[in-house]
């Protein structure tokens, strides 16, 4: 079983910073793709950005420029650095871990940014 925990999010005013942080612990496989996604009200949850265990990223169009995933292996923990805060990218951020044995998902964080 996987566990994801996250932090750091909360309310910024537009052109703010926020950083959040996902601890991965249980039974993890070595090889595996870290990631967050988000879900706003009314709308699918999408792909903010990733990062496979070889080092790999992916970002959505929406936060190419503004956004910075990184991780740290040793840790099993992946960080989203947010920068140039949008009000569009209020939503739910969700950290995820996937390995072969499947997608496993955190309890999800707030990101508010006001205008």
């Known amino acids: 079983q996987v566990q994801l925990v996250e932090s750091g999010g909360g309310l910024v005013q537009a052109g703010g910073s926020l950083r959040l942080s996902c601890a991965a612990s249980g039974s993890i496989f070595s090889i595996n793709t870290m990631g967050w996604y988000r879900q706003a009200p009314g709308k699918q949850r999408e792909l903010v950005a990733s990062?496979?265990?070889?080092?790999?990223?992916n970002y959505a169009d929406s936060v190419k420029g503004r956004f910075g995933i990184s991780r740290d292996n040793a840790k099993n923990t992946v960080y989203l650095q947010m920068s140039s805060l949008k009000p569009e990218d209020t939503a739910v951020y969700y950290c995820?871990?996937?390995?072969?044995?499947?997608?496993?998902w955190g309890q999800g964080t707030q990101v508010t940014v006001s205008s």
């Open positions: 995820s871990l996937s390995t072969y044995r499947g997608r496993y």
């Open positions: 990062k496979n265990s070889a080092g790999t990223t």
